[in-house]
């Protein structure tokens, strides 16, 4: 199923919108990356709050959007991983390491904002 | 309620489909969404692994029963290459396909209970159970 991406602003956001196969997740990688040259944007966000599941192979590409779009100029905020979906990743043992995340979209797209204005401090 | 459902495994929408069917069958049994999400989590990573290293196999989801507890068992089947080395693929972050390699001591924490069966060129069978509390 394909993910919807809509500019706001400096931002682009990402609903995922039900169970994603890995060629979706893949394809959704692909296509920010190119929509943060083509719009310049500075910030994503993926709300993955739709999702019931977070494998192994979709938290890794969850951190390689991260990663590229980054790479592109623009920070990336995982929004609205479930409370049980979180604890499975945590049993599983996967980690999202150095990639933002935030309890739903008003958060994600605040902490971009904050980010914006205050010259990428993740303090935050 | 069927007691036995299989979803043969040859596409990465077929995952989808084995861990769909397997929270369906959990949330019938009246695992909490906390457990199903687990089963479902452990679903899409032994289903996986059918598809990275055998191409292709079958994910069997079943109801079972002892004593006076009841659960889910998946059992997941492939006849493909095997596991060499199954010690090391229990350790966390070993692989050979370029993955974390989190797939099965990840899935043993998921689940009750954890069997591996494999030889090589024949195959591999992964067991894992849960028991309803």
């Known amino acids: 199923m394909h993910v919807p991406i809509l500019k706001q602003g400096p931002n682009l956001i990402a609903t995922v919108q039900a169970a994603l196969t890995d060629a979706d997740l893949v394809e959704l990688r692909d296509e920010l990356a190119a929509k943060v040259g083509n719009l310049r944007s500075r910030g994503v966000v993926v709300d993955v709050t739709a999702l019931d599941v977070i494998d192994s192979f979709a938290l890794r590409t969850l951190r390689s959007i991260a990663y590229t779009t980054r790479l592109r100029g623009a920070e990336t905020v995982i929004v609205g991983i479930q409370p049980n979906v979180a604890f499975a990743m945590v049993q599983l043992g996967m980690k999202l390491e150095d990639v933002a995340t935030a309890l739903d979209l008003e958060e994600g797209l605040a902490l971009l904002n904050r980010e914006l204005r205050g010259g990428g401090n993740h303090g935050g | ?133």
Request: charged fraction near 25%; aromatic fraction near 4%; proline fraction near 3%.
């Open chain 2, 1 to 133: 309620m069927a007691d036995e459902t299989r979803v043969p495994i040859a596409s990465e929408l077929d995952i989808v489909t084995a861990r769909q069917q397997g929270r369906g069958l959990a949330a019938q049994l009246g695992f909490p969404l906390g457990d199903q999400t687990l089963i479902a989590t452990a679903i899409s990573e032994v289903a996986r692994n059918i598809l990275q290293y055998a191409r292709r196999g079958e994910v069997r989801l079943e109801l079972i029963q002892q004593g006076r507890l009841r659960g889910i068992q998946v059992v997941a089947r492939d006849d493909g290459p095997g596991i060499a080395d199954i010690a090391k693929a229990m350790q966390d972050g070993y692989s050979t396909s370029g993955g974390l390699g989190l797939g099965l001591p990840g899935c043993r924490r998921l689940m009750d209970e954890f069997d591996v069966d494999t030889s090589v060129g024949k195959g591999t069978v992964v067991t894992l159970k849960k028991w309803v509390r």
